[in-house]
């Protein structure tokens, strides 16, 4: 079984920072694309940021500047530096990642819990 644990969510001022980290674990063989996503009250789920595992990234246009998503591959960790924080940054935020398992050829996509975070005007 994998499971992905989010950590790094709070409260902060707008113009703040925060640091996401989420580590996967597990019976891991390979793990390619790792990305954030974030839900909003009343909102959809959204894209944030996403990185292969060759380290190249792409990220949602409201957070472009701001955030950096980075990865420790031995680790299997995935982190989202955010800065100038927003309070419509506002939101629970979800790791996600394509996992492939030990003797499999798919690779199956996996999601933490979540952790929230809050930015106050």
């Known amino acids: 079984q994998v499971q992905l644990v989010e950590s790094g969510g709070g409260l902060v001022q707008a113009g703040g920072s925060l640091r996401l980290s989420c580590a996967a674990s597990?019976?891991?063989?390979?793990?390619?694309?790792m990305r954030w996503y974030r839900q909003a009250p009343g909102k959809q789920r959204e894209l944030v940021a996403s990185?292969?595992?060759?380290?190249?990234?792409n990220y949602a246009d409201s957070v472009k500047g701001r955030f950096t998503i980075s990865r420790d591959n031995p680790k299997n960790t995935v982190y989202l530096q955010m800065s100038r924080l927003k309070p419509e940054d506002t939101a629970v935020y979800y790791c996600?990642?394509?996992?492939?398992?030990?003797?499999?050829?798919?690779?199956?996509?996996?999601w933490g819990q979540g952790t929230q975070v809050t930015v106050s005007s």
């Open positions: 996600n990642a394509d996992v492939r398992l030990p003797l499999q050829i798919r690779y199956l996509e996996y």
């Open positions: 990185i292969t595992s060759g380290g190249n990234t």
């Open positions: 597990g019976s891991i063989a390979s793990i390619s694309a």
